[in-house]
Structures are given as C-alpha cells and as structure tokens.
C-alpha cells in the first residue's frame, strides 16, 4: 500500500518535535534504524569486530565493544517480540521514525509500512536527528535539553560529565537489548517511586532503546523520550565512526551534512 | 514599515539583537518584521522568511549580513543569500570594479541600511555601499576598521531585562559567546580553571565545531567533570543566574557581555568597553527613531 503525505518534510518534522519540547509537550521519539529493520525482518544479526552478519550475508566487523550486538531469531524471540511492539505500537505523540526509502532503499521501507499494518501519522524519519539534521540539532535541540532535568540511558563506558542539564543515569553493556532488559522495570519503578513527571529522557543505548522507549511511555505519558542514538557521542568520549560525524566535527569529506531524507 | 533582512538567523549574539530590535519597535508602536532564512527566529519575534520578503514604497530596510550587488537583489532575496556562498572571488572582483566605474545610486522608493556588526567589516569586499542610505554600527570603534564615505550612526544593541540574581552558585564560570578561535574559547577556559573555578559552563553557538573537537574536547578530559557545553541559551537571566563570574580574554567592543554581568551582578574577568556605549534603552530608540526617520 502506498500513502501520501501532505507538506511532510525532514526539517519540518525536526521542528515539530523542537517546538514540542519548547513547549514542554510530552512525546516520544523513537527510530527503527537498519539494524532494528533486520531484527524485525527476523533475520539473524551479529554485530562485532570480527564481523558483520545479516541473515546469510557475512563481511568484515567494524564495530567497537559498545555497539557489539547479537540476535538470534531462535533464541532471542522474545526481544524480537518487544521491538514488534514497540514498532507498532501507536499513542498521541508517539513518533515512531522508520528508515527512509533514500537510506535503506524501496523495497525495505515499504516493507515496514506493510509490517506495521496501520499507517500512522506520527511516522517519521529514523534519521530525524541526522544526515542533514545534525547541525539543527547541536545547535536547535541539544540547548532545549538544559531547561528538563534529563536522565540519559547510555553505554556504562560513556562519559557524561561534559553534561550541564544531568539529573540521573542508568547504564547498559553489550548488546543490552538482551543482557539489560530488566532495566526497563527498575526504570519504570524509578519512575514511580519519585513521581517523576514533565523529565527529559534520552537514549543511547542502540536496540534496548526502541524497547524501553516504547514501555515507559506507554507507562509515563508525562514524560518525554528521545533516542539521540549517536549524535551526542562527541560529548560523551564515545567514538566517532558515523559518516556524519566525522564530518561535522573533524571536517572529513562526505555527503551526510547535506542529506535531507525524503519520505 | 521597518524591515530588518539577514543573511542568517541561527541563534547567536547578532541574531539575539536583531530579534531584540524587532521587538522593541513594534512594542514602541512601530511596525517590524524581521527576515532570516533560519528557522529559530520565528517565534521570537514578528518574523518571515526570505521567500515572503517583498520591498514597498516608503520601507526602512535594514540588512544584515548580505552581500548585495545591487537592488534588484532585494526582489529575489532567496537567490542573493544562497548565491553569496558561490563564487566568491569572481564577485568581490566585480564589485569592486563595477563599484568604481559604475557606481550603484540608492534607491528612491525606500531607505536601505546596512547594518554592520562585525568589528571589522573592511573583509566584506563584495557590499556595494553605494546602495545604502546610511550605515550603521554597534561601536565607535568599529568605524576605525571601516573606510567606507557613507553617511553613519552609531546605537548600540537593546539590552534584556537582567536583574541580579538572589542566589548565585560559587565558582561557576562562564564562558558567554560563539565557540570559535577568534572568541578564544580555549583561553577562556583556561583562564577560568587558573583562576581556582570548579566548573566552567560553556553558553554559546557552537560556531567552529572542529575548533571545538580539536581544542575543547581534550580539555574536558584533562579536566574530567569540569568543564559543561551548554550551548546558546535564549533565557539570558537563567543563564547568569547560573555563574558566578564570567571570563573574555579576547577585545570584543560589540560585546553586552560587561554591561549584563554588571547587571546580573557577576563577575566579569576580560576587556570592558567605554563608558559611551553604556545607554539605556529609551536612548537606543530615540537614535532608530531619529535615524530611520520614524514618526
């Protein structure tokens, strides 16, 4: 099925959720990037320094510790269930980004528009805060952070002192979507426990985002959270291996900076 | 009607006090649209883009950092931004030629003013200034770096409603401004943490992030916990509030900074400016009024 959207654009949409949190508007932000297309295709993925495994398909690893990930169709169904939940679920101010038809081609995106059955109007792009987004949101969004008092779930190698707007962090290891699970619930506990409410959550912590994201808003709708995926790496002592990256902060040559996705 | 037209409206010090001024003039009864091809401007003030600019009989026109070779530039305002990054060299050549053998006239339907903000403005070789009624500057001690026989006025930017603030946090520097070499950040910082300051907050446009990777980054892990990016914060009153003194090692005359640490009651550790650009408000709007012959 094919659907048409109106006066959709990348930037625009940018600015839809910059504008939400000036307004202090709760919303999620969620992103189903390649590596969470595949898990959903149910195809085995592995992740490492050795290698690069999709399905069947095997090249040479270029991930460093913290972005190491496996999944097993077999074994880890169960995770694989709760980012199919996560991806369809649907909720006022849930924005679920998919990857775009520009970055993982025709075929691709069309087959998550058909997995997730019902077309939502808070579709978006997984690359939202990207590609040629990024420098809008060093410069637009990350300020914004400073007026919530923000709790960051991210890789426990992450430095986060460089932070001013830090009210608290939960930490994750390798391949956290199966290995941290159980931190969804401590969180959602955390929550209760202290009446948190109108805080800024966001998220770095690859595949256990999408999952956690989606429970604690469902959970906490008077909360907001962004999954910022890599784009505070810089600040955070965490490497800079993404193409846009690179460019924006060591100036190396590449088309990222001036990639405006399309839908 | 004023117009104000800029050739950016990213959220740094400039694009601050054009909003400023824009605001200021329509609460003064006057009317002010202030035209950027940014987005952050357009909820700060009465705003377009430059898409919906269009010049009519009797405007004040104030433009900003826009490389116009001629009027009819104005009408496609959208094209001259763009097409000012392109080609840069074959422009200031013809500028500079066309500016001595055919010299541009104003125009006669409205008042053109250039309004120049950067300290030194001799660089911007492609500005035909004979397109311009008047100039018009931050400081005198811009006109030392500026040549240029127009006539000119000087008014420095509106200033924000600061109070001091009750109660300030103990050595908590900032460093107030773009991030870039020529605003000496790395200095900055330096000074601050010689000076015994425990954390050092940076507030400001990110301008150069490479400069910021190559030179900040290794200071905040020879530093570990000390040092904080903020980035440009709008709510200038939070962001006193939240220092205890402020560092500038480098000349900026156009800076507020001095003037709104004095009225925040932080302490400022850099170069102060004369005492003759300390006006108030009312003072800064007679000089537009009187300038832009408004009524």
Known sequence: MMHQVAEKTFVGDFYKLCNMLKAREPFAFNRFSDGELYILQNKELILDTQQVKVGAKVTDGIYKAEDHKRFHPDEHSFYRDRLVDAFRYQAKNYFNGLSCRCCVGEENFQWQLDFHGNYDENYTWANLLVNGNYPRFIHEMYPLFNNYKTIFVCNEKADLSTLPFLAKDFRVGYNAMVNDYGLIETMKNWIDENDIEGHLFLFSASSFSKMAIHQLYEHSPENTYIDVGTTLNPFMDMSLDRTYLKSFWLGAKGKDLGKICIW | ?295
């Not at chain 2, 694009?15 to 009317?31: D, E, I, K, M, P």
């Not at chain 2, 500016?99 to 030194?120: G, H, N, Q, Y």
């Not at chain 2, 300030?168 to 107030?176: D, F, Q, T």
């Not at chain 2, 302490?267 to 005492?275: A, N, S, T």
Request: overall charge neutral; hydrophobic content about 40%; charged content about 20%.
């Open chain 2, 1 to 295: 009607m004023i117009k104000i037209v800029s050739g950016h409206s990213y959220p740094d010090g400039s694009t601050v006090a054009l909003v400023n001024l824009c605001n200021q003039l329509n609460s003064r009864g006057h009317n002010c649209v202030f035209y950027g091809p940014d987005s952050w401007h357009l909820d700060k003030c009465k705003s377009g883009t430059p898409h919906e600019f269009r010049t009519e009989d009797g405007d004040a026109i104030l433009l900003h950092g826009i490389e116009l070779l001629t009027i009819a530039g104005l009408q496609s305002l959208e094209l001259t931004i763009s097409e000012a990054a392109k080609n840069q060299i074959w422009r200031n050549m013809w500028s500079a030629v066309s500016e001595i053998l055919f010299p541009a006239s104003t125009s006669k339907k409205f008042m053109l003013v250039l309004s120049c903000r950067e300290a030194d403005s001799s660089h911007k070789a492609a500005l035909r200034y004979s397109l311009f009624n008047k100039i018009h500057f931050v400081s005198g001690m811009q006109i030392n770096f500026n040549r240029v026989k127009r006539q000119r006025f000087i008014c420095p930017d509106f200033l924000n409603a600061l109070v001091p603030s009750d109660n300030k946090p103990e050595k908590a520097a900032g460093i107030i401004g773009s991030i870039s070499k020529a605003n000496a950040t790395k200095e900055n910082i330096e000074m601050a943490l010689e000076a015994g300051m425990e954390t050092v907050i940076l507030y400001g446009f990110l301008a150069d992030p490479i400069y910021f990777y190559q030179n900040i980054v290794p200071l905040t892990k020879s530093h570990p916990g000390k040092i904080k990016f903020a980035g440009f914060n709008d709510d200038q009153q939070k962001m006193y509030d939240s220092v205890s003194d402020v560092y500038a090692s480098v000349n900026r005359p156009l800076s507020k900074v001095p003037r709104e640490c004095a009225l925040t009651n932080t302490r400022y550790h850099g170069v102060e400016i004369g005492q003759d650009e300390f006006l108030t408000n009312d003072q800064i709007y007679r000089i537009w009024k009187n300038e832009l012959g408004l009524g």
